[in-house]
């Protein structure tokens, strides 16, 4: 093949204008159809503000109209009014006591012979105490065995009498009347006898107490005597209070103070909202602050099953059983009790709590259908029991009720607000 031949930049004028003369001449456009293209585009322009920029107005309006009404309203953390678990626990102050305590007496007077037993020695019921020098209660002993052999006498005088009697009625020696004498005289001299024989009996009975001894098993907690102290008739000792270094200022003039100690008891009020909680046998932990690390169990003795008016409280006794005497009469301890709660009470965060001129009181939200808007009321309670973080209350709430945390003077009853949720923590 042959190559074409080159394009030859010289060629004539008349050459070229032949070639771009083939080509359609071009017209100028109208000034009436611009118009027209004009008009056409400022109408789509003026359809595409409508339809953009006004509903978008609108709806700024909306959202600010929202923004400020949202603005307005107060936003609130609620919480749930809830009941406690059924099983309850209680700690309540106590006061260690013995089981059994009491103040020895003597019941003759004289002078102390000797005594045997001091203060935190551990004695058994029957062992002697101490010794009472009562020579004047001997004499009587021996003159009242005196009258008994005297009127043995009358009685075997006045028995024969009768039998002679007897004998002279049956001969008609004797009137009757001189035989019912003889009879009467000799039933006096039985009772004489009779008389003298009890107050025998009374004096030598009386003349064991000269020995004083423990009247249970116990330790000796006060002394009050010592060796040759007087003890007058009442019983009393005219030794100081609490000789020996005793603690028997609590019986002035008594001579000994014993207490059991084995088993203790803790004394404690419980309140009334408790009361129909306590129940016999019961179990109770003991705590003594002087025995750090160490607890005692214990059980629910008895209750008083009334309240002390004054205080509104039921008093209830716990025996704790103390082997190695560890717990002293007189302790201060703390007695933890669980237990079923015939009415588990309401129980609320302390936050939640208004403190107004009404008193103490709570904020209830009740919700506006299912948003996030409602309205608030407000409630009086009573608070029964702090634990710090949660209080138990009662009065005009219920289980379930939503109320306000934290709640601010700026709210008022019937108000509109907004709430989120916070979960209660259970405590109790």
Do not use: C
């Not at 020895?104 to 102390?112: E, K, L, N, P, S």
């Not at 009258?147 to 024969?160: D, E, M, N």
């Amino acid at each position: 093949m042959n190559a074409p031949e080159p394009h030859d930049a010289r060629l004539e004028p008349a050459e070229r204008d032949i070639d771009v003369g083939s080509a359609p001449p071009v017209r100028p456009m109208s000034g009436r159809t611009l118009g027209v293209i004009g008009v056409s585009i400022a109408a789509a322009l003026v359809l595409l503000l409508v339809a953009t920029v006004i509903p978008r107005r609108s709806v700024s309006r909306e959202l600010l109209a929202e923004a400020t009404s949202r603005d307005s309203m107060q936003t609130v953390q609620v919480t749930t009014v809830h009941r406690a678990l059924a099983g309850s626990s209680l700690s309540l102050p106590s006061t260690i006591q013995p089981l059994h305590e009491s103040a020895i007496y003597a019941r003759v007077g004289g002078y102390v012979k000797t005594w045997s037993a001091d203060i935190g020695r551990v004695v058994h019921a029957g062992d002697t105490l101490l010794e009472i020098d009562a020579p004047e209660l001997e004499e009587d002993v021996q003159h009242a065995q005196s009258l008994v052999t005297q009127s043995q006498a009358s009685l075997s005088l006045a028995r024969a009498d009768l039998d002679r009697w007897k004998t002279l009625a049956r001969d008609s020696a004797v009137t009757g009347q001189e035989l019912d004498q003889k009879a009467a005289a000799f039933e006096v001299a039985k009772a004489n006898l009779s008389a003298a024989e009890a107050s025998v009996r009374r004096l030598v009975q009386t003349r064991q107490y000269t020995r004083v001894v423990a009247p249970f098993t116990g330790m000796i907690t006060a002394r009050n005597v010592d060796i040759g102290s007087l003890i007058s008739a009442a019983g009393a000792t005219s030794a100081p209070v609490a000789a020996g270094g005793g603690s028997g200022g609590a019986s002035p003039g008594s001579l000994y103070r014993i207490a059991q100690t084995d088993t203790v008891r803790a004394y404690l009020t419980v309140p009334e909202e408790y009361a129909t909680s306590i129940r016999p046998g019961l179990k109770a932990t003991i705590r003594v602050e002087g025995i750090p690390g160490r607890t005692f169990s214990g059980v629910v003795a008895r209750s008083a099953n009334a309240l002390d008016v004054s205080t509104r409280t039921l008093l209830t006794e716990i025996d704790v059983p103390n082997r190695d005497f560890a717990l002293l009469p007189g302790m201060f301890a703390k007695a933890d009790l669980t237990f079923p709660r015939a009415t588990p009470p309401l129980l609320l965060p302390a936050n939640t709590l208004l403190i107004r001129s009404g008193g103490v009181q709570v904020v209830e939200v009740a919700p506006e259908g299912g948003g996030a808007t409602a309205l608030v009321h407000f409630h009086s309670v009573t608070v029964a029991r702090d634990y710090g973080a949660t209080v138990e209350v009662a009065g005009d709430v219920t289980d379930g009720m939503m109320v306000v945390t934290n709640p601010n003077a700026e709210l008022v009853d019937g108000a509109r607000v907004r709430f989120q949720s916070a979960k209660l923590a259970d405590t109790k």
